[in-house]
C-alpha cells in the first residue's frame, strides 16, 4: 500500500518524471494500476502525423520549487516525442494562478501552438512564479476551459491533441464562490471533460507535491486534487501520473536517474523485413530449425537443487554452456528452468508427469535430466531425454571421467548416439560438428590446469554469471550473483598459470557489473568496473592461444580490437567473421556478434567520432532485423523491441531511432 510523502521526502519531482516519461529508454518499467495508470509512450498512436502539446503549468508559489526543473525539462520532452513518434510535435505553454489575486492569471494562450524551437523557448521562459493567494485551490478548472476553448487546435483527425495538466491543487469546490477575491468554481468537471471529448483532446495529468510550506494545505485536498484529475484524464483518454505517492515518486527518480543516451536514426523494421530476412536465409542455406534445449540439474528429483556448489548442478552448467555453442543450438537458461520447475513443483501435476510438463512450459524440443554421482576418483553421469508428448524416455546419455574430461566425454557420447527421435539426430549431429570437437578439447584444456577446488569454482562462477545476463533479473540480485562470481574468479586471476577463460569470464562479469550500474544510474561506478572488465579482456587476449576453441579467440580479439586499440575496422572485420561463420549454424555468439556490429555501424563504443571508420545506420539496420529474425526470444530482441516500441499488432517499430548505450560506459581517454 502506498502512502503519502513525509515533509523530508518532498523534494521537486515533476523534472524527473518529465525526464523519463517519453523517452524510450528511461521509462519507468512499472505500468500496472498500482504504480502506473499506463505507458506514457503507449499513449503515443502509431499512425499521428503531427502531435500538439500544451503544457499547462500551475506556477503559484507552493510550485515554485518545480519550475525551474520542469522549464529546464520541457525541451527534453518534446525532442523525446519527435523521436518516439517521428512526427511533427507543436507545442504550446501556458502558466495559470486563482483568477483573483494574480494581474496574470492565465499566461500564453494567446502565443498558440509552435514547432519553431526559439518561440518554444520563450513559451517556455513565461514559466514564472505567481500569487495564487489566499487559498490553496487554483482556478484550474477556468486554465483547462480557456485551453480547450481558445487554442487553435488542429482540425485533422488523425492529429493526437495532449493537455498536459501539471499541478499540486484542485480547484474550487462547486458551492464555493467568494466576491472579495473572485475566487469560485467556474467550470464543472462533466462540462470539462465534454469539451475536451468534443475537440479530440486527450488530458494527461502530473499530480506534482507542493514545496515544504504549504505541505499541510496540500495534504488537507491531496484527495480532491487526486479526484479531479484522475477524473479529467481517465474520461478524456489520457494518462494520470499520482507523485504524491512514495512509490510512485521513487519508480520515477530511479527511471531518470539513468543517463540519457544519443540516439542513431536506422530507419523503421516491420515484420516484412524479418521475414525476408527468413526467406533469404533458407534460400541460401535450406530450411533450419534451432533446437530448443532444457538441461535439468543433474540431481535426483525429489532432491532438486539448484545451487551452484552441488556437483550436478555444476555439470548442467557446463553442459548448458556448451550446447548453447554449438550449430543450430537453444540452450534455456537456468533461471527460466528454475521458474518453471518451482512453479511445477508448487501444482497438482504428478512427479512421474514432470518431464513432459516441463517441456512443454519451457517449449524445450528436448528436456536432458539426470544423475551424478561419484565414484572413487571419477563421476558418473547418467542422462535421460525427453521429448514433447513422449510420456517415457526417447534416448539416454552417460558418461564417466575425473571433471576436467567429464563434460568432454559426455559431448562425445552424444555425438556417437544412434537416435530414431529426429530432435536427438540434431542433437546429435551439432555436437559432432567442427566447433562441438573443440569444445571437447577446450574443457580439458581449461579444467585440467586447475585444482579440484578451483575447477568447481569456477562452474559456480559461471552460473552466477549465466542467471545475472537476464534483463529481467532484479538489480540487486544481479550485483548479489556478479559480485560472487568475481570472488570465485580473482584468487585464480592472480595465479601465474591463470588461463584465459578464467580473465574471459572476469570481464563478461565486470562489464555485467558496468552495466548494472549504469541502469542504476550510478555512471562514474560503472566507468570504474567498465576498465576493470577492459584490463580482464586485456589479459585474456594476451593468453587466448591457449584457448581450444577458435571463436571464443575471436570474440576475445573483436573486443580487444574495439575497446582496448579502438580500432573500429578490425573489430568489425572480426565480428563479422564470426557472424559470417554462423550464418547457416545460427550459433550465441553470432547472435552477440550482430548485436556489436548494430551497436558500432550506429556509431556506438566511440565509433561515431572515429577519423578511419564511418558508422553505416543502414548496416545497423540490417543486423538489428537478423537478430529479431533469427534470435526472437533473447534479451537483445526484447530491448530492440522495447527501445525501437515494437507494435507486435501492426508488425512494425514505433519509432526509427536505436539508442547508443555503450559510450555511457567509456571514460573519456
Known amino acids: 500500500m502506498v502512502s503519502t510523502l513525509q515533509a523530508q521526502e518532498n523534494q521537486p519531482t515533476a523534472a524527473a518524471a518529465l525526464d523519463s516519461i517519453f523517452n524510450v529508454r528511461t521509462a519507468p518499467e512499472a505500468k500496472s494500476m498500482g504504480i502506473f495508470q499506463g505507458s506514457f509512450l503507449d499513449?503515443?498512436?502509431?499512425?499521428?502525423?503531427?502531435?500538439?502539446?500544451?503544457?499547462?503549468?500551475?506556477?503559484?508559489?507552493?510550485?515554485?520549487?518545480?519550475?525551474?526543473?520542469?522549464?529546464?525539462?520541457?525541451?527534453?520532452?518534446?525532442?523525446?516525442?519527435?523521436?518516439?513518434?517521428?512526427?511533427?510535435?507543436?507545442?504550446?505553454v501556458i502558466s495559470f494562478a486563482d483568477s483573483g489575486q494574480s494581474n496574470k492569471p492565465l499566461v500564453g494562450i494567446s502565443q498558440?501552438?509552435?514547432?519553431?524551437?526559439?518561440?518554444?523557448?520563450?513559451?517556455?521562459?513565461?514559466?514564472?512564479?505567481?500569487?495564487?493567494?489566499?487559498?490553496?485551490?487554483?482556478?484550474?478548472?477556468?486554465?483547462?476551459?480557456?485551453?480547450?476553448?481558445?487554442?487553435?487546435?488542429?482540425?485533422?483527425?488523425?492529429?493526437?491533441?495532449?493537455?498536459?495538466?501539471?499541478?499540486?491543487?484542485?480547484?474550487?469546490?462547486?458551492?464555493?464562490?467568494?466576491?472579495?477575491?473572485?475566487?469560485?468554481?467556474?467550470?464543472?468537471?462533466?462540462?470539462?471533460v465534454n469539451l475536451a471529448n468534443q475537440r479530440g483532446i486527450n488530458v494527461h495529468g502530473l499530480?506534482?507535491?507542493?514545496?515544504?510550506?504549504?505541505?499541510?494545505?496540500?495534504?488537507?485536498?491531496?484527495?480532491?486534487?487526486?479526484?479531479?484529475?484522475?477524473?479529467?484524464?481517465?474520461?478524456?483518454?489520457?494518462?494520470?501520473?499520482?507523485?504524491?505517492?512514495?512509490?510512485?515518486?521513487?519508480?520515477?527518480?530511479?527511471?531518470?536517474?539513468?543517463?540519457?543516451?544519443?540516439?542513431?536514426?536506422?530507419?523503421?523494421?516491420?515484420?516484412?523485413?524479418?521475414?525476408?530476412?527468413?526467406?533469404?536465409?533458407?534460400?541460401?542455406?535450406?530450411?533450419?530449425?534451432t533446437l530448443r534445449v532444457a538441461v535439468m540439474p543433474h540431481v535426483p528429483w525429489n532432491a532438486m537443487t539448484f545451487y551452484h556448489e552441488d556437483p550436478g548442478v555444476r555439470f548442467a552448467?557446463?553442459?548448458?554452456?556448451?550446447?548453447?555453442?554449438?550449430?543450430?543450438?537453444?540452450?534455456?537458461?537456468?533461471?527460466?528452468?528454475?521458474?518453471?520447475?518451482?512453479?511445477?513443483?508448487?501444482?497438482?501435476?504428478?512427479?512421474a508427469q514432470w518431464p513432459q510438463a516441463l517441456c512443454l512450459r519451457l517449449r524445450a524440443d528436448i528436456l536432458i535430466v539426470g544423475d551424478l554421482r561419484a565414484n572413487r576418483e571419477l563421476e558418473d553421469v547418467q542422462s535421460e531425454v525427453y521429448v514433447p508428448n513422449s510420456p517415457k524416455p526417447v534416448a539416454s546419455f552417460s558418461a564417466s571421467g575425473k571433471d576436467d574430461i567429464l563434460i568432454a566425454s559426455y559431448l562425445k557420447a552424444i555425438s556417437q548416439t544412434q537416435p530414431?527421435?529426429?530432435?536427438?539426430?540434431?542433437?546429435?549431429?551439432?555436437?559432432?560438428?567442427?566447433?562441438?570437437?573443440?569444445?571437447?578439447?577446450?574443457?580439458p584444456g581449461i579444467l585440467g590446469q586447475l585444482s579440484p577446488k578451483q575447477q568447481a569454482e569456477l562452474v559456480s562462477a559461471m552460473d552466477m554469471i549465466e542467471k545475472s545476463v537476464d534483463i529481467s533479473v532484479d538489480p540487486q540480485l544481479r550485483v548479489k550473483n556478479l559480485d560472487m562470481a568475481t570472488?570465485?574468479?580473482?584468487?585464480?586471476?592472480?595465479?601465474?598459470?591463470?588461463?584465459?577463460?578464467?580473465?574471459?569470464?572476469l570481464a563478461s562479469a565486470n562489464y555485467n557489473l558496468a552495466k548494472t550500474q549504469e541502469e542504476e544510474g550510478d555512471v562514474d561506478a560503472a566507468r570504474i568496473q567498465m576498465q576493470k572488465a577492459i584490463a580482464y579482456l586485456s589479459k585474456a587476449y594476451d593468453a587466448r592461444r591457449s584457448l581450444n576453441d577458435r571463436l571464443l579467440q575471436a570474440e576475445i580479439e573483436a573486443d580487444y580490437a574495439l575497446l582496448v586499440r579502438k580500432d573500429f575496422l578490425a573489430a568489425v572485420r572480426r565480428y563479422q567473421e564470426i557472424a559470417e561463420f554462423s550464418e547457416a549454424s545460427k550459433l550465441k555468439m553470432s547472435l552477440r556478434s550482430h548485436w556489436m556490429l548494430a551497436g558500432l555501424q550506429c556509431g556506438d563504443w566511440g565509433a561515431s567520432a572515429a577519423t578511419d571508420f564511418q558508422p553505416d545506420p543502414a548496416q545497423a539496420r540490417e543486423h538489428l532485423i537478423h537478430i529479431l529474425a533469427f534470435w526472437p526470444e533473447s534479451e537483445e530482441a526484447q530491448v530492440i523491441r522495447k527501445y525501437m516500441r515494437w507494435d507486435a499488432q501492426d508488425g512494425k517499430t514505433g519509432t526509427p531511432y536505436f539508442p547508443k548505450e555503450g559510450e555511457l560506459l567509456l571514460t573519456s581517454n
Open 43 to 92: 499513449a503515443i498512436r502509431p499512425e499521428t502525423p503531427a502531435i500538439q502539446v500544451a503544457f499547462l503549468v500551475d506556477t503559484t508559489e507552493s510550485m515554485a520549487h518545480q519550475l525551474a526543473g520542469i522549464r529546464e525539462k520541457i525541451p527534453q520532452v518534446i525532442a523525446d516525442l519527435k523521436r518516439a513518434s517521428g512526427a511533427k510535435v507543436e507545442v504550446a
Open 317 to 351: 552448467t557446463q553442459l548448458r554452456y556448451s550446447l548453447g555453442r554449438l550449430p543450430n543450438i537453444k540452450a534455456i537458461s537456468s533461471r527460466q528452468i528454475e521458474q518453471e520447475f518451482l512453479r511445477l513443483k508448487a501444482g497438482p501435476v504428478d512427479p
Open 112 to 192: 498558440g501552438f509552435s514547432a519553431d524551437d526559439k518561440s518554444v523557448a520563450k513559451m517556455i521562459a513565461s514559466l514564472q512564479p505567481q500569487s495564487g493567494r489566499p487559498y490553496f485551490p487554483e482556478a484550474v478548472d477556468l486554465a483547462l476551459f480557456k485551453t480547450i476553448q481558445d487554442l487553435k487546435w488542429s482540425d485533422d483527425p488523425k492529429a493526437t491533441r495532449w493537455l498536459m495538466l501539471i499541478t499540486d491543487a484542485p480547484p474550487y469546490d462547486s458551492s464555493f464562490e467568494e466576491a472579495t477575491t473572485q475566487s469560485r468554481r467556474w467550470y464543472e468537471t462533466d462540462a470539462l
Open 487 to 505: 570472488d570465485l574468479l580473482t584468487p585464480m586471476a592472480n595465479d601465474p598459470k591463470a588461463n584465459g577463460f578464467t580473465f574471459a569470464l
Open 420 to 443: 530414431q527421435d529426429a530432435a536427438i539426430a540434431q542433437l546429435a549431429k551439432a555436437a559432432g560438428s567442427e566447433q562441438g570437437t573443440d569444445l571437447r578439447d577446450f574443457w
Open 207 to 289: 499530480l506534482c507535491e507542493s514545496r515544504p510550506e504549504e505541505l499541510d494545505a496540500f495534504t488537507a485536498v491531496v484527495d480532491k486534487t487526486r479526484n479531479f484529475m484522475g477524473q479529467m484524464t481517465s474520461r478524456t483518454g489520457g494518462l494520470m501520473l499520482d507523485l504524491s505517492f512514495s512509490q510512485i515518486k521513487q519508480k520515477v527518480v530511479d527511471a531518470a536517474r539513468r543517463p540519457r543516451a544519443d540516439f542513431t536514426f536506422v530507419g523503421a523494421i516491420t515484420e516484412e523485413d524479418i521475414h525476408a530476412a527468413r526467406q533469404i536465409a533458407s534460400e541460401k542455406f535450406g530450411p533450419e530449425k
